[in-house]
């Protein structure tokens, strides 16, 4: 759940319930008509018909849900801290990613997302080594 409030953390609420509902209108309305996505393991995104697009087909494709666990804002810039429940394409296995995205804002519109997930073999699961998602109140899958 979002501790710190603010306007600019409902929009990115705002984003993720339109990202878990899949729905490209809402999505496309997050954000500047020339917003851009970065990421760490993928090249960017850009436009807002590429981005509504591309996060849609991912929550379809893969069953996705995020969760934001924490958020801060200032200025026009906001950051949240989330998970991603998701189904594996393969294996059907239900897994969790974690990351942290940066937000910067043209007034109530999205115009830069800046990405910060990675997981690995030696990491598959994405969590933070040695810290207490549960005991925080971080979604966790059932055991």
Do not use: K
């Not at 809402?26 to 020339?34: E, G, K, P, S």
């Not at 998970?83 to 995205?101: C, K, Q």
């Amino acid at each position: 759940m979002i501790r710190a409030m603010g306007h600019l953390l409902d929009l990115v609420r705002a984003y993720y319930a339109a990202c878990n509902a899949a729905d490209a209108d809402r999505l496309r309305a997050c954000f500047t008509a020339d917003a851009a996505h970065y990421f760490t393991r993928l090249p960017p995104l850009h436009g807002d018909v590429a981005l509504a697009g591309a996060f849609a087909a991912t929550q379809r494709r893969l069953d996705a849900r995020w969760t934001v666990e924490h958020g801060l804002e200032a200025g026009d810039e906001a950051v949240s801290e989330w998970t991603m429940a998701w189904t594996h394409p393969a294996s059907g296995r239900r897994r969790l990613d974690r990351g942290t995205e940066w937000f910067a804002f043209t007034g109530d519109r999205i115009r830069e997302i800046r990405a910060y997930h990675h997981s690995d073999a030696a990491n598959r699961s994405g969590d933070l080594l040695g810290f207490d998602h549960a005991g925080r109140g971080h979604t966790v899958l059932a055991s």
